[in-house]
Nanobody, 121 residues
Framework: QVQLVESGGGLVQAGGSLRLSCAASGRTVSSDYMAWFRQAPGKQRELVADITSGGGTNYADSVKVRFTISRDNAKNTVYLQMSSLRPEDTAVYYC???????????????WGQGTQVTVSS
């Protein structure tokens, strides 16, 4: 059974920092494609950052330079370090692990329960 448990969300002032954690069980983060998504009220869920099994990373343009995705293989945990936070970063943040990928490259995911990040101006 796959479980992804996020933590680290909260309320922070603009310009501040937070670190989100995603503790995985039933999956091995070092050998999986892992990602962070977010969903703001009234908006679609969007990819924020991802990390491949080889360690390559990718970021949404809106968070480049400010956010960093990483993993601790010993703890089987993926992190999202968020700095210079802005009010528009306010959203529920979800950890995801690739479940499968179609021949067209569409990924299906296991999802965590989400953690709320609120950035006040």
């Amino acid at each position: 059974q796959v479980q992804l448990v996020e933590s680290g969300g909260g309320l922070v002032q603009a310009g501040g920092s937070l670190r989100l954690s995603c503790a995985a069980s039933g999956r091995t983060v070092s050998s999986d494609y892992m990602a962070w998504f977010r969903q703001a009220p009234g908006k679609q869920r969007e990819l924020v950052a991802d990390i491949t099994s080889g360690g390559g990373t990718n970021y949404a343009d809106s968070v480049k330079v400010r956010f960093t995705i990483s993993r601790d293989n010993a703890k089987n945990t993926v992190y999202l370090q968020m700095s210079s936070l802005r009010p528009e970063d306010t959203a529920v943040y979800y950890c995801a692990a690739q479940r499968s990928i179609s021949v067209t490259g569409y990924r299906h995911y296991y999802w965590g329960q989400g953690t709320q990040v609120t950035v006040s101006s």
